[in-house]
């Protein structure tokens, strides 16, 4: 049976991926709403076992991005799933689908398959199935972790007191937008974000947000879930730096950011030895690696939750004050 609806799959769907001009929708917050369009059900992760062609039999990955009105983008990773089996420069293969009755076909010179929400198969030309996949739901490390012993609870759901515009919302989080109103010294600070579901939306115009930190570049917020992970995507230093790896999860999917900051040492005349570095981790994983921003860790600084157009959400924002801060 499956041999017979593989071979009937098989054909070319040409869907336009890149940034351009597209209908938008309004931004859609909360998930249960977002369950009344059916492809909502279908974008997401799956992973499982089989064949890319040409390829050797292993773990492969697969992310499918909703672009409105039944079209996915999908993308195939030998080895697994970004951060977590395959990194830059894996092979990757990139698809179409569209969907029909409920499931989403998809199309391509030489694979065809299906998607239903639950499962992803891909088939070759000939109609024989190279892999089976599941789907999966990945949840960051640090999702839900409590202020240590000292940490300074900028939101925890109750109120949105500490911030200059802030808007406690009816599902208690924090909509971007708004200020911290005093600045903290920080030896970490622990976020938790969920992107809007905009589907018809491109490039910068889905989900657009951004976490400021005086000193350090815009750590960029943006629905860039199955893209490449550029200079201006999620998880990038804003037009400075890329992220390792493009860690970014499915929309209305809760994520964390975790930004360590490194003092350096003193020199003999107790001076900074040198830049204070920065760690910056997207859902447990190592995106930028002690990036250099200079200045003093005992400074205060400043946290703003920039709203560019998207109603972004925040929950569980957390300061770790450096050492020796008051």
């Known amino acids: 049976m499956l041999r017979t609806i593989c071979v009937s799959l098989s ?12 209908p938008r929708g309004p931004d859609i917050v909360d998930p249960e709403e977002a369950k009344n369009d059916p492809d909502f059900a279908i974008q997401g992760e799956y992973l499982g ?48 689908a569209k969907r029909e009755n409920g499931a989403a076909a998809i199309g391509g010179a030489d694979l065809s398959g299906q998607i239903d929400g ?27 972790e409590k202020p240590p012993a000292g940490a300074v609870v900028l939101f925890d759901g109750s109120s949105a007191e500490h911030f200059r515009d802030g808007v406690l919302t009816e599902m208690k989080t924090l909509e971007a ?21 905009r589907p ?48 970014c999860l ?7 950011y975790d930004v360590e900051f490194t003092q350096p040492g003193s020199d003999a005349e107790g001076k900074p030895s040198g830049p204070v570095l920065v760690t910056v981790r997207h859902n447990g994983v190592v995106v930028h690696d002690k ?14 939750l920039q709203r560019h157009g998207n109603r972004v959400q925040y929950r569980n924002i957390w300061i770790e004050p450096s050492d020796g801060a008051q």
């Open 11 to 22: 054909f070319v769907l040409s869907i336009a991926v890149a940034a351009r001009a597209a």
């Open 49 to 96: 076992e089989g064949t890319l062609p040409d390829g050797p039999k292993g773990t492969i990955g697969a992310q499918v991005v909703a672009l409105g009105e039944g079209k996915f983008a999908v993308e195939l990773f030998a080895g697994g799933l970004p951060g977590a089996g395959w990194k830059r420069g894996d092979r990757q293969v990139s698809l179409s």
């Open 118 to 144: 639950k499962s992803l198969t891909l088939c070759d030309a000939a109609g024989k199935v190279l892999a089976k996949l599941s789907r999966t739901e990945r949840k960051s490390p640090t999702l839900g």
């Open 177 to 197: 937008g708004c200020t911290a109103k005093e600045g903290h010294p920080m030896k970490r600070l622990h976020l938790e974000l969920r992107l809007s579901w």
């Open 200 to 247: 018809t939306a491109r490039g910068q115009g889905r989900s657009n947000s951004g976490v400021y930190i005086t000193g350090v570049p815009e750590i960029q917020v943006l629905d860039s879930f199955g893209l490449e992970g550029r200079r201006n995507e999620c998880g990038a230093l804003y037009g400075r730096q890329e992220p390792a790896v493009n860690m």
């Open 250 to 256: 499915p929309p209305l999917v809760w994520q964390t």
């Open 291 to 304: 990036y250099q921003v200079g200045g003093k860790l005992g400074d205060a600084r400043g946290l703003h």
